[in-house]
């Protein structure tokens, strides 16, 4: 896949799953924002990080990339009583970034996996399954499970990806129309 190919699908990912969150909110299966000023600028704020991403990649500059990403760490992630579910599908998203071009790029500021299964559940946090299902979430989910792989509980990567498939596999039904 050429770098221009593999930017206009990372592109067409970002747009799908802006729509993705949208449609959910309007359909009423993530919690509204009580106050969508405050998602609004989050997800500004996300998309400007990940353009900033795009371009330190395409540079090759992967420890920039990783740096930006671990930048947004810091953010004051709000509430899902201050901006609705859609924070955290925003979080799920951004530390799912960071810990696939962690592993990715294990040579960049190295962090053991035990030290990724921290991140995976910082980005995930505890009440994770309480929001929609949706793409980012499922994703995270399913680099727990790698990671979990690459510490031999082999188990725990099992369950973990049996989860991320059950989330995808219901997003393919919810897409498609049909019942699962």
């Known amino acids: 896949m050429t770098r221009h190919t593999w930017i206009a699908t990372l592109l067409g990912v970002v747009v799908g799953a802006g729509v993705m969150l949208a449609g959910l909110a309007q359909a009423g299966r993530l919690a509204p924002a009580p106050r969508p000023e405050v998602l609004v600028t989050l997800a500004q704020t996300v998309d400007a990080e990940h353009r900033r991403v795009d371009l330190l990649l395409k540079r ?35 530390y799912g970034r960071l810990v696939r071009l962690r592993l990715d790029h294990p040579e960049v500021d190295p962090k053991t996996p035990d030290a990724l299964a921290e991140l995976v559940g910082e980005g995930l946090g505890a009440d994770y399954k309480a929001i929609a299902t949706n793409a980012f979430t499922a994703r995270l989910v399913g680099l727990r499970g790698e990671i979990a792989e690459k510490q031999g509980r082999d188990g725990d990567a099992l369950v973990a990806y049996e989860e991320a498939l059950d989330m995808n596999r219901a997003l393919l039904h919810q897409a498609l129309g049909s019942s699962p």
């Not at 920039?64 to 955290?88: C, F, H, K, N, S």
Request: avoid cysteine.
């Open 60 to 94: 090759r500059d992967y420890a920039g990339a990783i740096a930006a990403l671990e930048q947004m760490r810091t953010v004051a992630w709000p509430e899902a009583a201050v901006a609705g579910d859609a924070a955290a599908v925003l979080r799920h998203d951004v």
